[in-house]
């Protein structure tokens, strides 16, 4: 038993701490405070609110269902209804799949892949040795089997080392996707070049904000997010968009593409296409190397889980 001092101590301390529990449970649980609502105070008999807090068996608060409306959606502001992410595995490095990627090449075939001649997909040619892939040149470009929309696409390079030739004629190569809108890959290290046409340029748009180049035969990567044009009938109602993260460096910031890149002479438009298609990497006859390639299909917000 402690003296009448210590006991009186205790209770004024547990009166403190209800005040401030009871202040904390009337703002935002996860704003720290928060304005108070512009409303007299809720007499001290009130029954809880039957639409308020929703709790998990523990008794934890995991959400609400009278908070203020999301505009635009239809949810509102925390609320409990409102369908949680799926839950995948992150690859144990950036650069390696996650879970719910689908990879393109994991170092040992090239069976997502092929040659794309007269209408036919033929088995792709290019060489696979020790976990990656080159491209024989004259052979032809690849493009996935697959065909994609929206997507985020990762895959890594190596330039030919020691680099031969000059500007566009040194380790050019690209990602195109769609087969019609291209990521440049070019040997950009102290290596000229017209600005975009540069390694990891939207070719014949836009140079990349930065020169992230690495050595040649060093690997490097591509992480793309790339958003496919949207048509109605022949309109173009929403441009392709691409964000572009070179070697860890974001290069490209969901710029619009003006169209086809491929157009030299006349500006850059769209016509309209599919909403998903294969993407190729171009052979360009020089010997650049790939690997590790996985794309992700891109989906909204509030999935169902
Ligand atoms: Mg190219």
Do not use: C
Request: zero cysteines.
């Amino acid at each position: 038993m402690g003296t009448w001092l210590e006991q009186s101590s205790a209770i004024w301390i547990a009166a403190v701490l209800a005040l401030i529990f009871g202040a904390a449970l009337q703002a935002d649980p996860d704003q720290g405070g928060g304005a108070a609502p512009a409303q007299a105070p809720a007499p001290a008999t009130q029954k809880p609110d039957p639409a308020g807090p929703v709790r998990d068996a523990n008794g934890a608060v995991i959400g609400f269902t009278s908070m203020a409306e999301i505009p635009g959606t239809p949810w509102r502001i925390h609320d409990a209804a409102r369908p949680h992410p799926r839950v995948i595995t992150p690859g144990s490095t950036a650069s390696a799949p996650p879970s719910d990627a689908i990879v393109l090449f994991d170092g040992k075939d090239l069976s997502k892949f092929a040659h794309s001649k007269g209408g036919q997909l033929l088995d792709a040619q290019w060489a696979v040795r020790d976990g990656y892939f080159e491209v024989v040149p004259k052979t032809g470009g690849i493009v996935s089997r697959d065909k994609f929309g929206d997507v985020q696409l990762h895959l890594e390079f190596a330039m030919p080392n020691p680099g031969r030739g000059a500007s566009q004629d040194r380790g050019n190569s690209g990602v195109i996707f769609m087969g019609f809108y291209e990521i440049q890959v070019l040997d950009s290290f102290e290596n000229l070049t017209y600005a975009d046409g540069q390694a990891a340029s939207i070719y014949g748009e836009y140079p990349p904000l930065v020169n992230a180049a690495r050595k040649p035969g060093e690997w490097q990567t591509y992480d793309i997010v790339f958003e496919a044009p949207k048509f109605k009938g022949t309109t173009l109602v929403t441009p392709a968009y691409a964000t572009v993260i070179w070697n860890g460096v974001l290069v490209h910031h969901r710029r619009a593409l003006m169209g086809r890149t491929s157009a030299t002479m006349t500006v850059h438009g769209y016509t309209p296409h599919d909403a998903e298609l294969p993407f190729s990497l171009q052979d360009h006859s020089h010997p650049v190397r790939f690997r590790n390639i996985w794309v992700r299909r891109l989906t909204g917000y509030d999935q169902p889980e």
